[in-house]
């Protein structure tokens, strides 16, 4: 069974960095993507960053790119799980939202609120 555990989220100030953590399990290792995407009350859900395993290429949307990286730790192959993370710098308070991680195409994680006070 797919399980994401995401962390890491917390009030921080405009210009400050938090580093979010995804423990995902329950797939194959040496092949999965894990995206982060995130969304703020009244907006849709938006893509942030994805990492596939299998030729290491990352995606950034936009909004986020030179900010925040996308970063796998080395996987527990005895537990079956890897840990993504989101390292965010200069974040900014329109940045405020619940992210979540996604192993791709459907299993979702439950949320960890950020907030960016100005």
């Not at 949307?61 to 200069?90: C, E, H, P, W």
Request: aromatic letters at 12%; charged letters at 20%.
């Amino acid at each position: 069974e797919v399980q994401l555990q995401a962390s890491g989220g917390g009030l921080v100030q405009a210009g400050g960095s938090l580093k979010l953590s995804c423990a995902a399990s329950g797939f194959d290792l040496n092949d999965y993507s894990i995206g982060w995407f995130r969304q703020a009350p009244g907006k849709e859900r938006e893509g942030i960053s994805c990492v596939n395993s299998k030729d290491g290429k990352v995606y950034y949307g936009d909004s986020v790119k030179g900010r925040f990286t996308i970063s796998r730790d080395s996987r527990d192959n005895a537990k079956n799980t890897v840990t993504i993370y989101l390292q965010m710098n200069s974040l900014k308070p329109e940045d405020t939202s619940i992210y979540y991680c996604l192993y791709y195409p459907n299993h979702w994680g439950q949320g960890t609120l950020v907030t960016v006070s100005s």
